[in-house]
């Protein structure tokens, strides 16, 4: 049974501090999404890929995230410096791309909680 | 503009009772493919249903059916005898042009023994 894998799981971190969190979309899978999910904005987009090319990175605070996808097999995303006010959810969700079809959904990894003090 | 509305921020429904969540969307795209998922406690995100815009019949899968009206842009899920392993949020997501998904911003469903 195929799954998206996300590390790690928690992470506790100081502000200021760098956090990088690893997506590996399911095998086959040429789009991959990254969400944020807080109980005040619920669930935003950051950023998504297709083919390993970022196509939508606007919801994502340029000056201190940045995301990559450094092979097919390898979704990152980076903070740097964190604030508090990252402290989240962190979604890595891969799919088939549309094309494929209307009815290719997009299947999520089980998150990155994120407390920045 | 791309918009997926979700107007009940918390519902109750008595178990093994059926309960309709609402999903209000708006696409000027002809072809699009909407979807629900659900978020229990745990927080994983789990895939539950599908509705293709040109899809004739609603979607079922299991005690999970999806009310489509096409003309009235709503895609409401219903599910039949609620179970208490059913209480979890749920988000309406429509695919329009392009490979992004849009998300409604959740349903809180309890199931009460």
């Known amino acids: 049974d195929a799954r998206v894998t996300q590390t790690p799981r928690h992470k506790v971190t100081e502000m200021g501090q760098e956090v990088t969190m690893r997506c590996q979309p399911i095998?086959?899978?040429?789009?991959v999404f990254w969400y944020r999910q807080t109980m005040m904005q619920g669930l935003e987009l950051l950023a998504y890929f297709r083919n390993r090319a970022p196509l939508d990175d606007s919801g994502m605070p340029k000056d201190r995230f940045s995301a990559e996808m450094p092979d097919a097999t390898l979704a990152t995303l980076k903070i740097q410096p964190s604030e508090p006010r990252d402290s989240a959810v962190y979604f890595c969700a891969s799919g088939p791309a549309r094309d494929r079809g209307l009815q290719e959904t997009q299947y999520f990894g089980p998150g990155t909680r994120l407390l920045v003090l | 503009a791309q918009k997926i509305t979700q107007t009940q921020p918390g519902m109750f429904v008595q178990e093994k009772e059926a309960v309709t969540l609402d999903c209000t969307y708006d696409?000027?795209?002809?072809?699009?493919?909407l979807f629900w998922y659900k978020q229990p406690s745990s927080g994983e995100m789990i895939f539950l249903i599908y509705?293709?815009?040109?899809?004739?019949q609603n979607a079922t899968e299991g005690r999970y059916s999806l009310n489509f009206q096409k003309a009235r842009k709503s895609a409401n899920l219903v599910i039949s005898a609620s179970q208490l392993g059913d209480s979890a949020m749920y988000f309406c997501a429509m695919r329009p042009t392009g490979n992004q998904f849009y998300f409604g911003t959740g349903t809180s469903l309890t199931v009460i023994p």
């Open positions: 696409t000027s795209d002809p072809s699009y493919g």
């Open positions: 095998l086959g899978h040429n789009t």
């Open positions: 509705q293709g815009s040109y899809d004739q």
